[in-house]
């Protein structure tokens, strides 16, 4: 019997590594490792939402093609699932540096607005700062071939697929018939997965982000012919103590439409995988939250059981994620305004959902990107700096954010 000169390692499909780092991008981080733990998350609280997350990442990838008039195979999806390989090697060593969200100091200085160097098997002719996560995709030259290889290099980071993958959540976790929650779901990822590139251009002229924008405008197309059905964002735990520890991991959770501090251990673990910092300050953010939700709302039983099931956290522990990479302060203020927008649309008998870190994030981006620009509107803005070479970035997150 001939010895084993060394042990193959595990080589995922492109294809299902694509979907992963989608499922990833629900918590801002174009990982592989993260979408496993968004993906166990789900299974573990319903294998329904696990399978919801998996359809609408692949219905709003293909929507992207047929919208954005790319084509291609999984070879050409190759050069662009190269760049996000490297993104998780680099996530998995990377200690210091540069930010959860891959942003490096100079990235920060210029707002987070900086482009995106081009895909790894693009010719090295047009190279630009780094950016974050959810943030517009990068700008081709308006050649075919580029855009195509920009609009697969996305894909491939799952900034097409995070979107579907929300809709078709809040779809199967809102609408309580599962032929009709699946058949509404498929169709609001399609929508969600053709909003993002508009959305995420238009907002990226002002230094915003697309975050969860695209998947809370498919949803409310629907919403209203079910809204005596959903009347939360997921189901409570009626009578439950309000701990806030456990609150706090039922928020990352709710994040994903999920209930239960088990299946929101998982996304955090994911999390961690990524971006340690990241994780931390969406912990910090949720505690946040959770406590000043619940101290807005009292101590009735149905507050205290909406803390407990991480309903008045989510949205703090999103915009602490998505505003990691600028500091604690500015984070922890980003999660401070998203509780405080939470609680004013349960103020106005709205539903939520994810609108309120998006916004929050949103302005805390385009002020930061205001208060660094030139003091006169005519003076001519600075050139970037090139970015260095695909080969020695040490960025773990591209672009961004839901």
Same mark, same amino acid.
């Given at each position: 019997m001939p010895a084993r000169s060394h042990l193959v390692p595990l080589a995922l499909p492109i294809e299902l590594r694509t979907l992963l780092r989608g499922l990833g991008q629900v918590l801002l981080q174009p990982h592989a490792g993260t979408g496993a733990g968004v993906l166990a998350g789900l299974l573990l609280a319903d294998p329904a939402l696990g399978c919801a997350a998996l359809a609408g990442t692949a219905a709003a990838n293909i929507a992207a093609l047929l919208t954005g008039g790319t084509k291609g195979s999984s070879s050409v999806l190759g050069g662009g699932a190269?760049?996000?390989?490297?993104?998780?090697?680099?996530?998995?060593?990377?200690?210091?540096?540069?930010?959860?969200?891959?942003?490096?100091?100079?990235?920060?200085?210029?707002?987070?607005?900086?482009?995106?160097?081009?895909?790894?098997?693009?010719?090295?002719?047009?190279?630009?700062?780094?950016?974050?996560?959810?943030?517009?995709?990068?700008?081709?030259? $308006?050649?075919?071939?580029?855009?195509?290889?920009?609009?697969?290099?996305?894909?491939?980071? $799952?900034?097409?697929?995070?979107?579907?993958?929300l809709a078709a959540l809040a779809a199967v976790a809102l609408i309580p018939d599962r032929s009709q929650a699946f058949a509404i779901a498929l169709i609001a990822a399609m929508l969600a997965g053709a909003l993002y590139r508009p959305i995420a251009h238009g907002l990226a002229r002002r230094g915003g982000g697309a975050y969860s924008l695209p998947a809370v405008i498919a949803t409310a197309c629907w919403l209203p012919w079910f809204i005596p059905l959903?009347?939360?964002?997921?189901?409570?735990?009626?009578?439950?103590? /309000?701990?806030?520890?456990?609150?706090?991991?039922?928020?990352?959770?709710?994040?994903?439409?999920?209930?239960?501090?088990?299946?929101?251990?998982?996304?955090?673990?994911?999390?961690?995988?990524?971006?340690?910092? *990241?994780?931390?300050?969406?912990?910090?953010?949720?505690?946040?939250?959770?406590?000043?939700?619940?101290?807005?709302? $009292?101590?009735?039983?149905?507050?205290?059981?909406?803390?407990? /099931?991480?309903?008045?956290?989510?949205?703090?522990?999103?915009?602490?994620? *998505?505003?990691?990479?600028?500091?604690?302060?500015?984070?922890?203020?980003?999660?401070?305004g998203a509780s405080l927008l939470h609680l004013l649309a349960l103020r106005l008998g709205l539903p939520p959902f994810s609108a309120p870190f998006a916004i929050a994030a949103n302005l805390l981006r385009i002020a930061s990107r205001e208060s660094v620009a030139p003091s006169s509107p005519a003076a001519p803005a600075a050139p970037r700096a090139p970015a260095p070479p695909l080969t020695t970035a040490t960025h773990h997150e591209l672009r961004p954010p839901r």
């Open positions: 190269r760049q996000a390989r490297m993104a998780d090697a680099n996530a998995s060593t990377r200690s210091t540096g540069t930010g959860p969200l891959g942003i490096d100091a100079a990235t920060n200085a210029a707002g987070g607005n900086a482009r995106q160097s081009g895909p790894a098997n693009a010719v090295p002719t047009k190279t630009a700062a780094a950016r974050p996560t959810h943030a517009a995709p990068r700008a081709a030259d $308006g050649s075919g071939g580029d855009a195509r290889q920009t609009d697969l290099a996305d894909m491939a980071l $799952g900034l097409h697929g995070y979107s579907g993958a959903a009347v939360s964002h997921a189901g409570a735990w009626p009578g439950a103590p /309000a701990v806030l520890s456990g609150a706090a991991l039922a928020a990352f959770a709710q994040a994903a439409f999920a209930s239960g501090t088990l299946p929101g251990l998982f996304l955090l673990a994911g999390l961690a995988l990524a971006s340690p910092r *990241a994780a931390g300050l969406g912990l910090l953010g949720a505690l946040l939250g959770s406590a000043l939700l619940l101290a807005a709302g $009292g101590a009735d039983t149905r507050s205290a059981s909406a803390c407990a /099931a991480g309903l008045l956290g989510y949205n703090g522990a999103l915009a602490a994620i *998505a505003l990691a990479a600028r500091g604690p302060r500015i984070a922890l203020a980003g999660a401070l």
